[in-house]
């Protein structure tokens, strides 16, 4: 009845890309032009708080280990936070640019959580490379949302921001339960399917 | 002495510029999509749905990166465009 682990990342995905292409439109027309309609500014906060929610059932539904329950318990704390606390500042309730630094604590916790519930190796299988990947990737680009507290309004830094949403979108579209990464497999992680 | 080339960009061409961009991505993401299925035939189901469970008919990653692109354009930049277009007419 469950869908496969590598669907719900593949579902995930699909959400992820539409985060990192509204984020990128927002960074190339300014947030002005972006703000024009109302309804568009809450759009990509919207989205991440969403997501956040949708990872409960993820959490309560995938229960192979305890370190994969925590895992996505945490991620769904985070992106729903970090969603949440966007959602207010741009209703105009929160008023602190520094609410701004959940994002760079979503990025961190997520990337450790990636790194830590992924127990095998790199080259164990496709799904273990990408998920150290994912890991690492989270962790360093935290810089990004970091500086954007201070700088805002840097179009170069909302740029590099959403490329990397939409960095994580393909990372998780390559993600695979079963198949080669560079032509590794371990004999550990079964046979592989289509 | 004149000199032929442009140094600078006029105003109106960066903005010409941002419209095309804009209205390019959610294309790109669709053409993005359309290439993956060409070159993995075997990850769109709907091609062979004989014994698929329901899962595997409905979530093709293919055809969500095309779906992802359709929403985009439909509903984000199509409305986003004419913003920046008026935006721009108002600003000149």
């Given amino acids: 009845m469950l869908p496969h682990a590598e669907m719900v990342h593949w579902a995930f995905a699909a959400g992820i890309l539409l985060v990192g292409l509204c984020l990128l439109c927002e960074a190339i027309v300014g947030e002005e032009v972006w703000q024009l309609r109302p309804w568009r500014k809450y759009l990509w906060p919207g989205l991440a708080f969403g997501l956040g929610v949708l990872l409960w059932p993820v959490m309560a539904f995938f229960t192979n280990s305890s370190i994969h329950m925590y895992a996505h318990g945490s991620w769904a704390e985070v992106l729903m936070l970090a969603g949440g606390a966007e959602l207010g500042l741009v209703r105009g309730r929160l008023r602190s640019p520094l609410w701004r630094l959940t994002w760079p604590v979503a990025f961190v916790v997520t990337g450790t959580a990636f790194i830590v519930h992924e127990q095998n190796p790199w080259l164990f299988a496709r799904s273990a490379f990408l998920h150290h990947l994912l890991g690492w990737t989270f962790v360093i680009a935290a810089i990004f949302p970091l500086l954007l507290v201070w700088r805002p309004r840097s179009a170069v830094l909302q740029a590099c921001f959403a490329l990397t949403i939409v960095t994580v979108s393909v990372m998780l579209f390559a993600d695979r339960d079963v198949a080669p990464i560079f032509g590794h497999l371990s004999p550990l992680a079964g046979s592989p399917h289509r | ?92």
């Fill in chain 2, 1 to 92: 002495m004149e000199t032929p080339f442009v140094h600078r960009l006029p105003a109106a061409v960066a903005r010409t510029a941002r419209v095309r961009i804009v209205s390019a991505i959610g294309p790109t993401v669709m053409a993005a999509g359309v290439i993956w299925a060409i070159l993995q035939p075997y990850r769109v189901t709907l091609l062979h749905p004989r014994g698929q469970g329901a899962w595997w008919l409905l979530i093709e990653p293919p055809l969500l990166v095309i779906a992802v692109g359709i929403v985009f354009a439909v509903l984000v930049a199509r409305p986003l465009v004419s913003d920046l277009e008026e935006h721009d007419a108002a600003a000149r």
